[in-house]
């Protein structure tokens, strides 16, 4: 269509700033007549304390309509831990059913990875996201007391291991080296890691051509320091994919590279796309954020819209911007957009 419907959502800390140079990025590598109607959204802390409020319902009701969402940060010191995470973020994946969090890795050239300069760092991580120990499916009893109980109870369907794992399989067969790593921890967390590894095996079935290999979640962590190169696509779920994507943030420049999306494949619910980064609060408006993550969020979200050749021209912007660098002074956070915006429109 010649429209793109986008609900922004900046939320706290940096995420104002880096959406900012999102969409500025957006807007030039588009055609003229391509119009992007943005909606944005305050919600985060200022929302939070001036109505008590995470997500209003009717919010929840416009989101729904948009094509897509792009996302800031959420997370602000002045709330407390948990309350914007679940109440926002989290509610905003859980209630658009995004079930694919779709994290790359790529080690550009230019950049300096604290793995060397040889590294070779290419894979993505199909974090599952819906499900896991991010339920809120626990408790606590006795609070308070000298013998007070927490539990937050893993929750895995089969429904759910198997979508995201197809999801993933397909994913890895589309892409030259068709491999796919299982993370689990299935020595230990024997009853969900027994499902993962049966459903796993099952859906090979249907990809013959795709490699497969498990990892436990710990030894996962050893290889993507000392052997990266192992990887290409990786299927884990929602928690274990949570720390290992800042892992792979990590060997591959840093979190203010790293990407997402917060897939719905069917297109029933808007995906959404955000920068793995969170709010920052210490830096927050000065200039100082890196908009790179959210501006490849945006070639993400491009790429989703099926807007395929102006996706690869936000990733050419980048890896050209990047590859130069080094020998670049200090730019503040507009400037960096600024750079790409540019390079975008040509
Ligand atoms: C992320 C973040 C979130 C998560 C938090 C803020 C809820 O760490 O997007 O990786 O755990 O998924
Ligand atoms: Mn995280």
Redesign the pocket.
């Known amino acids: 269509s010649r429209s793109i419907r986008l609900a922004v959502v900046p939320g706290d800390g940096i995420g104002q700033e880096v959406v900012a140079e999102g969409l500025k990025v957006l807007g030039a590598v588009l055609p003229a007549d391509v119009k992007v109607e943005t909606t944005e959204y305050d919600l985060g802390a200022r929302l939070y304390h001036r109505t008590g409020e995470t997500l209003p319902d009717s919010v929840l009701a416009e989101l729904r309509d948009r094509d897509a969402i792009l996302l800031g940060a959420?997370?602000d010191p002045s709330v407390p831990s948990g309350v914007l995470?679940r109440g926002l973020?989290?509610k905003l994946r859980f209630a658009f059913d995004h079930h694919v969090n779709l994290r790359p890795a790529r080690l550009a050239p230019g950049v300096v990875s604290p793995l060397g300069p040889d590294a070779k760092i290419d894979f993505v991580v199909v974090r599952e996201g819906t499900e896991g120990p991010y339920t809120g499916n626990g408790g606590s009893l006795r609070t308070g007391t000298e013998h007070e109980v927490a539990t937050e109870v893993s929750v895995n369907t089969a429904f759910g291991i198997e979508r995201v794992v197809r999801d993933a399989f397909a994913r890895a067969q589309a892409r030259p080296r068709k491999k796919l790593t299982l993370v689990h921890k299935n020595n230990v967390l024997v009853h969900a890691g027994h499902l993962w590894t049966r459903i796993f095996q099952a859906v090979a079935a249907d990809f013959p051509d795709v490699t497969t290999d498990y990892l436990h979640v710990d030894a996962a962590t050893i290889f993507m320091v000392t052997q990266p190169e192992r990887f290409d696509v990786i299927v884990t779920d929602n928690l274990f994919g949570?720390i290992i994507?800042d892992l792979a943030a990590a060997i591959a420049g840093g979190i203010g590279l790293a990407a997402?999306g917060n897939i719905n494949p069917s297109g029933e619910f808007p995906s959404m796309f955000e920068p793995?980064h969170?709010s920052a609060p210490d830096i927050a408006g000065q200039g100082k954020a890196d908009p790179t993550a959210a501006v490849l969020s945006v070639a993400m979200l491009l790429e989703h819209l099926g807007r395929t050749e102006e996706a690869r021209r936000v990733e050419a912007a980048v890896y050209a911007d990047l590859a130069e660098r080094a020998t670049l002074g200090a730019r503040t956070t507009s400037q960096i957009g600024d750079a790409l915006a540019a390079r975008v429109a040509g």
Do not use: P, R
């Open positions: 959420i997370g995470e973020l989290l949570d994507t997402s793995v969170g």
